[in-house]
């Protein structure tokens, strides 16, 4: 399963370590958690962030640990952040899923950029 949403105003930082938490509470683990910044060549003073957050689950089926979700993160506090997370989903349950996306909105919905209907995918 995967989630594609767009934020405005809100720290990329801040939906970076919300996921982060509400997927440890969905009973993953942290597998990677990398946040970068980047400075805007227009503007020194304005910074692009990129996170990309990793998570595994023990696998039944072999006892092993594999990754079961993936997020995304890149944008600005001061425009748009952009949000994907992949699942896998014989590990990662649509059940799971569906509590991560229910926290997430409840929390990020009134900031989110409706979709353009007219926008081709």
Known sequence: MQIRKAYREISPELLFYEIRDFALKQGATLGEAKLENFSLPTDSSSFLSRGTLTFKIQDPADNA?????????????????????????????????????????????SYEVPPNPNKAD
């Open 65 to 109: 640990e594999k990754e079961c979700l993936r997020a995304h993160i890149v944008g600005s506090a001061k425009s748009e952040t952009k949000l994907m997370l992949d699942s896998i989903d014989n590990l990662f349950p649509e059940a799971k899923f569906s509590a991560l996306k229910d926290d997430l909105d409840f929390l990020f919905s």
